[in-house]
């Protein structure tokens, strides 16, 4: 069964910097959209970056361009997420996410196969 299991979350001060990475099993991703969401405490999940699966098309939240990068490894089937110069509010649960299309990632309609997500808590 595919899965995406997540890793690298903690807890930081403010402007701190966290990694975190998702690999896939079951499945070879390479033809997917990979990418992360998250859900902050009151709110619905939302879309923070994707790279897709032809060439290094990345998309990111407005949110978080310019302080979070995303970078793949087709050959191994993961996807991991540089944060720098976190805030308290992108504290939240982290979600690796894949699907076909980049647009179901950026809109968050309809994703294929989701992580259990990793906590991350941004102190002030």
């Known amino acids: 069964q595919e899965q995406l299991i997540e890793s690298g979350g903690g807890s930081v001060q403010a402007g701190n910097s966290l990694t975190l990475s998702c690999v896939g099993s079951?499945?070879?991703?390479?033809?997917?959209?990979m990418g992360w969401f998250r859900q902050i405490a009151g709110k619905e999940r939302e879309f923070v970056a994707a790279?897709?699966?032809?060439?290094?098309?990345?998309n990111y939240a407005d949110s978080v361009k310019g302080r979070f990068t995303i970078s793949r490894d087709k050959t191994k089937n993961t996807v991991t997420l540089q944060m720098n110069d976190l805030k308290p509010e992108d504290t939240g649960v982290y979600y690796c996410a894949a699907d076909r299309y980049m647009t179901s990632m950026v809109n968050n309609r309809f994703i294929e196969v989701w992580g259990q997500g990793t906590l991350v808590t941004v102190s002030s």
């Open positions: 790279f897709g699966w032809s060439g290094d098309t990345t």
């Open positions: 079951g499945r070879t991703f390479s033809a997917y959209v």
